[in-house]
């Protein structure tokens, strides 16, 4: 997919929360920010060998599977897994690698991969257990990392659209 193509609509949603830290989690929310190719600016981690970069410049989660894991006992919330955008109305059993994005009226994200949790979640987890939300384990359960196709500055409450990844 070129950056300047269209999406085909799938599903509408929102942006509920952006999410920065200085490094590491929990990451706090902010009412808005820029989304660059490597990073939303004015996040950071504390291990730039496994996370950020192109193909990991947005982690994504959503909001009801943070709030369905809260039910399950769970001490995680917004940002505490360290994504940097919470979305909500989005069917995540649907978001796979090649799946996009848009955000407002110009960001456009492709998911690259699922996320690998990391022990730095696992405050998040009944017993630490961050395995919960690996993928191999419990897919449609996992984060995703986006690479930034279009770039430009985003703000909570946002429209997003969603696209399956092309057949």
Known sequence: MTP??????????SLHSINLSA???PKKAVTGA???????LGDAQND???HGGA???VC?????????????GHPIDI?????????TGIDWDLVVPGSTFRVGNEVLLEV???TNPCKTIKGSFIEGKFIRIAHKLHPGWSRVYARVLREVQIHRGDRVEFAPPPR
């Open 4 to 13: 300047g193509a269209e999406l085909n609509k799938y599903q509408m949603g």
């Open 23 to 25: 490094g590491g989690v």
């Open 48 to 50: 730039t060998k496994h």
């Open 60 to 72: 994504l989660y959503s909001l009801e599977r943070i709030r369905a894991l809260q039910e399950e």
């Open 112 to 114: 690259a991969s699922f």
């Open 34 to 40: 820029r989304v660059s190719r490597l990073s939303v």
């Open 79 to 87: 940002g505490t897994a360290g994504e940097n955008l919470t979305l």
């Open 55 to 57: 193909e990991q410049a």
